[in-house]
């Protein structure tokens, strides 16, 4: 076992959770592109294994919760990475990925976000917001992913009472995994959001000030743990770290080997 495996099997031991080093092609291209930037990596795969099967890998090395796990079916198909992902009921499931190394790990002023969603098709155009991910500290300093009422997908990073993001519209439904990503640094003064790979709604400026309060609320698949805004649909590989990464790290990792 080399180093770097060594110390996550310690750290994973010492807090009750079984960390193991990545099993998949992709989840390796995860780690080599964010280097030691990356904050954490859930797959979000399940096997015989995986206990619990919330896998995750980086510097917060907090216990991962699973709250709602009656609306989560682990174990679909996944990304085409070889691994499988679990599917959110729209009802109940979520899960709750905040740990104190999480919150102090991430300041909200140099970070990129990834993550591969599936939406179902019967509700691509309901009237229904179906959240992706939430990041907040409050309402006024927070994170977004989400499905749109009546088709469409938003990122979006608001502080200090400034919003940047972007809305990509999606004609019709589509029963494919798509890769979503958001850049932002606040010394460079840009927030870039990607879909599939491609840059949506250009580089934005103007950003504001994310406060150096940690952040409270880290949820995949809903908005608070009501659950509200529940995700109906597939989600794999959320990945977080404290740079920007270039367009062309973003690029490498739309691509699903």
């Known amino acids: 076992m080399n180093t770097l495996a060594l110390g996550t099997a310690r750290r994973a031991n010492r807090l009750g959770v079984h960390h193991k080093g990545p099993t998949?092609?992709?989840?390796?291209?995860?780690?080599?592109?964010?280097?030691?930037?990356?904050?954490?990596?859930?797959?979000?795969?399940?096997?015989?294994?995986?206990?619990?099967?919330?896998?995750?890998?980086?510097?917060?090395?907090g216990l991962v919760g699973r709250s709602?796990?009656?609306?989560?079916?682990?174990?679909?198909?996944?990304?085409?990475d070889g691994r499988n992902a679990p599917s959110f009921d729209g009802v109940g499931g979520y899960i709750n990925v905040a740990s104190p190394d999480m919150a102090s790990a991430f300041n909200g002023q140099e970070f990129t976000i990834s993550v591969w969603f599936k939406v179902d098709t019967a509700v691509w155009t309901d009237t229904v917001t179906r959240r992706i991910l939430t990041i907040q500290i409050t309402a006024s300093e927070r994170i977004l992913f989400?499905?749109?009422?009546?088709?469409?997908?938003?990122?979006?990073?608001?502080?200090?009472?400034?919003?940047?993001?972007?809305?990509?519209?999606?004609?019709?439904?589509?029963?494919?995994?798509?890769?979503?990503?958001?850049?932002?640094?606040?010394?460079?003064?840009?927030?870039?959001?990607?879909?599939?790979?491609?840059?949506?709604?250009?580089?934005?400026?103007?950003?504001?000030t994310w406060p150096a309060t940690p952040i409270g609320l880290t949820l995949v698949g809903a908005s608070s743990a009501a659950p509200a805004s529940p995700m109906l649909g597939h989600i794999a590989h959320l990945a977080i770290g404290n740079r920007a990464l270039t367009a062309a790290e973003v690029a490498a990792l739309a691509v699903p080997v």
């Open 146 to 208: 989400q499905k749109n009422p009546n088709t469409g997908c938003l990122m979006s990073y608001l502080c200090t009472g400034v919003t940047k993001g972007t809305t990509r519209p999606v004609a019709g439904t589509t029963a494919n995994w798509t890769h979503a990503a958001m850049t932002v640094s606040k010394t460079a003064d840009q927030c870039i959001c990607y879909w599939n790979g491609v840059v949506e709604g250009g580089i934005q400026t103007g950003l504001g």
């Open 24 to 61: 998949s092609p992709y989840a390796d291209k995860v780690r080599s592109i964010f280097g030691g930037r990356l904050i954490e990596h859930w797959p979000f795969w399940n096997g015989p294994e995986d206990n619990p099967p919330v896998f995750c890998t980086g510097q917060a090395r």
């Open 68 to 80: 709602g796990a009656s609306g989560i079916a682990f174990g679909q198909a996944g990304i085409g």
